[in-house]
T-cell receptor
Framework: KAGVTQTPRYLIKTRGQQVTLSCSPI?????VSWYQQTPGQGLQFLFE???????NKGNFPGRFSGRQFSNSRSEMNVSTLELGDSALYLC???????????FGPGTRLTVT | AQKVTQAQTEISVVEKEDVTLDCVYE???????LFWYKQPPSGELVFLIR??????QNEISGRYSWNFQKSTSSFNFTITASQVVDSAVYFC?????????????FGQGTILTVHP
C-alpha cells in the first residue's frame, strides 16, 4: 500500500498571501489529521477530518481551515500568512476507531 | 487537559550502548493510547510502537522495548544496543477516546545522537 502523500513538499510564500496544502491518505483510511511543527512550539494539532466532517479542532486561529473530500483526500488552507506560520505541516491518516496514525513526509512552508 | 512530558531534551550515547527515553503523561480519560514516533532528519514521523491504557504488559520488539506503568503515568522506551541509524528525534504521544483517537498530543521530543 502506498503511504500518506503530501503536496507540495516545499513552498515559499509572502506575508499576506494564502496557501493550500494537500494530503492523500493511505487507501482505506477515513481519518485525516493535520499538525504544525515549529522549533519553538513543537508538534501541535490543527484539526482532524473524518468522513468529510471536522471531528476535532486544535487551538489555532480561524485563518487555518481545512476540508476533506469524498475520497478522503484532505486540504488545509492558511489565509493571510504571517511569518510565524513558517513550519513543517504534517498530515496523518488512520483507518478510524482506535487505529494508529501514519504520517506523510510533510510540507515545509516558508513565509517571507 | 492532556499533556505529555519528555524530560530529556538531548541524549548522547556511543554505539552499542542501551538508551532509555522517558515519557510521562497526563489525561483524564480512562481509555487512551500511548505511542512512540521517530523523526529522522528527513522529517517524516515514523510510527514505532503503540500501547492501550488497559494493557500494561511490557514487551520487546527486536531492539525496542517499552515499560508502561499506569501508577506513575509513565511510558518509557528503550533501545538496546543502539546504532548510528537510531540517531533521530523521538516523540512520545497520547491519544484519547474522548477525541475518537483523532488527536495526538506530543511531548517536546528527545534528540538522540548515537556516536560510532
Amino acid at each position: 500500500k502506498a503511504g500518506v502523500t503530501q503536496t507540495p513538499r516545499y513552498l515559499i510564500k509572502t506575508r499576506g498571501q494564502q496557501v493550500t496544502l494537500s494530503c492523500s491518505p493511505i487507501s482505506g483510511h477515513r481519518s485525516v489529521s493535520w499538525y504544525q511543527q515549529t522549533p519553538g512550539q513543537g508538534l501541535q494539532f490543527l484539526f482532524e477530518y473524518f468522513s468529510e466532517t471536522q471531528r476535532n479542532k486544535g487551538n489555532f486561529p480561524g485563518r487555518f481551515s481545512g476540508r476533506q473530500f469524498s475520497n478522503s483526500r484532505s486540504e488545509m488552507n492558511v489565509s493571510t500568512l504571517e511569518l510565524g506560520d513558517s513550519a513543517l505541516y504534517l498530515c496523518a491518516s488512520k483507518v478510524g476507531g482506535d487505529g494508529g496514525q501514519y504520517f506523510g513526509p510533510g510540507t515545509r512552508l516558508t513565509v517571507t | 487537559a492532556q499533556k505529555v512530558t519528555q524530560a530529556q531534551t538531548e541524549i548522547s550515547v556511543v554505539e552499542k550502548e542501551d538508551v532509555t527515553l522517558d515519557c510521562v503523561y497526563e489525561t483524564r480519560d480512562t481509555t487512551y493510547y500511548l505511542f512512540w514516533y521517530k523523526q529522522p532528519p528527513s522529517g517524516e514521523l515514523v510510527f514505532l510502537i503503540r500501547r492501550n491504557s488497559f494493557d500494561e504488559q511490557n514487551e520487546i520488539s527486536g531492539r525496542y522495548s517499552w515499560n508502561f506503568q499506569k501508577s506513575t503515568s509513565s511510558f518509557n522506551f528503550t533501545i538496546t544496543a543502539s546504532q548510528v541509524v537510531d540517531s533521530a528525534v523521538y516523540f512520545c504521544a497520547l491519544s484519547e477516546r474522548g477525541t475518537s483517537y483523532g488527536k495526538l498530543t506530543f511531548g517536546q521530543g528527545t534528540i538522540l545522537t548515537v556516536h560510532p
